[in-house]
């Protein structure tokens, strides 16, 4: 198993297993996801969700770079970035509030996983970035779609894609990405997270999160996410790109 999936006092976690490779995403962890999301769709007793990584190093790397080497073209890319754009959209659905727990890293495509949650409560020791730019392509799993879509300012959301920086966690909220920065263990902040909001009846939050979803329906969220999985596939089979994944792959 590529992931830890518990369930306790009505709170659901999907905890990516991979610290040694950074909890990259490989096609093991998209098909456990997606398990995953099919037993929170049909469980009405989970009142919360939380995405996180194992090992205090990493919440998630990204793509699997080595993984995904073997895809070279626009054609063969699509599949694979459609597919996890599809996941995060029915991860962001889901009909309980979703919150990354950003205990570390997180870069490129684990940027867009905690985009597609409703909250990021993010390590003090944590940075992350959209750093796609850096490997000549664009996020490629919607996640500049649900920065648009959630973020206030337009031109941030520009700066944060196109500049593909690493940021720490206090400029992370500052840009208005992280909802709250904790210090220490992760559970900890979880826990001081939620402690207010678990007073609150949890129809209550399914009721605003049925709100937020009527939203993004009507913003044709979805196929935005897969457009944006199609323009990134575009950029895929580029040269620069392959060279760019190369470099890293052979630690160049
Ligand atoms: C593909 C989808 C696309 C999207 O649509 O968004 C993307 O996600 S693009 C972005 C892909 N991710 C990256 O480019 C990040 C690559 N990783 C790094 O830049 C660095 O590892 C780090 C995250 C900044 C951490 O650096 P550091 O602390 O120095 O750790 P190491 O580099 O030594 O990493 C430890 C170990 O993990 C392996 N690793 C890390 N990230 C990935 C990855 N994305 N895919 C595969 N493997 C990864 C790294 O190779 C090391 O392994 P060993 O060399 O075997 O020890």
Redesign the pocket.
Known sequence: MVSIQTVENGIAMFQINRP???N??NFAVMNELDAFLNTIEANEQINYVVITGSGD??FC????????HQIQTAKEAYP??SR?AGLLYRLASLPVPVIALVNG?A??????IASACDYRIVSAKAKAG???G??A?????G?ATQLFEKLQRPDKVMQLLSEAK?HTANELLQIGWASAVYEGDSKKGLAKFLEHMMTIHPNVHKTYKKLAIANWERADVENRMLHEAQE?ARLWESDAHHEA?NR??N?L
């Open positions: 040694e490779k950074m990259a995403i190093r990493a790397a990204g793509g699997d770079l080595a993984a995904f694979m970035l996890m890293t870069v490129g495509g684990g940027c867009e959209f750093i796609q850096t490997l392509i664009t996020t490629g799993w996640g690493i990134c994944v890293f792959i630690k």
